[in-house]
């Protein structure tokens, strides 16, 4: 992983990009186009194309190769755009549309350690109440 400035990003097409989100606890995730443009999920937008610059935020933006082909990933790309989906916490955020695009699944792993996170913290406190 690289953790690059913005501002001179050069992505490869199927790269990830993540940047740091609310507390920075979480990242935004998007995958790239290798012109440039990111393709993402916002709650505001749904699934989307935008620049890199506008997917930053002005935060910086770590590239992580994927080695994904790049002629899957922009056919992909073509058929989430064609068919936008609108963004949803639980079953289409950002990570399971960056999924869909890079593994042909929809997946969203930070989503499932907040998940297992909250279970493990609800059976700690029914262990130590009273």
């Given at each position: 992983m690289n953790i690059i400035p913005h501002t001179s990003i050069k992505p490869r097409i199927g790269d990830i990009l993540l940047r740091p989100k609310g507390l920075g606890i979480i990242n935004h995730v998007g995958v790239s186009d290798g012109n440039g443009h990111v393709v993402h999920?916002?709650?505001?937008?749904?699934?989307?194309?935008?620049?890199?610059?506008?997917?930053?935020?002005?935060?910086?933006?770590?590239?992580?190769?994927?080695?994904a082909n790049p002629h899957s990933v922009l056919a992909k790309m073509r058929q989430i755009l064609a068919h936008p989906k609108e963004y949803c916490l639980?079953?289409?955020?950002?990570?399971h549309t960056a999924s869909d695009i890079i593994q042909g699944k929809p997946r969203s792993e930070q989503l499932q350690a907040a998940i297992a996170m909250g279970i493990i913290g609800f059976f700690m406190y029914l262990a130590v109440r009273d």
């Amino acid at each position: 992983m690289n953790i690059i400035p913005h501002t001179s990003i050069k992505p490869r097409i199927g790269d990830i990009l993540l940047r740091p989100k609310g507390l920075g606890i979480i990242n935004h995730v998007g995958v790239s186009d290798g012109n440039g443009h990111v393709v993402h999920n916002l709650p505001s937008k749904g699934e989307h194309i935008t620049t890199v610059e506008a997917f930053a935020e002005g935060k910086p933006v770590t590239v992580k190769s994927t080695g994904a082909n790049p002629h899957s990933v922009l056919a992909k790309m073509r058929q989430i755009l064609a068919h936008p989906k609108e963004y949803c916490l639980i079953s289409r955020n950002c990570e399971h549309t960056a999924s869909d695009i890079i593994q042909g699944k929809p997946r969203s792993e930070q989503l499932q350690a907040a998940i297992a996170m909250g279970i493990i913290g609800f059976f700690m406190y029914l262990a130590v109440r009273d």
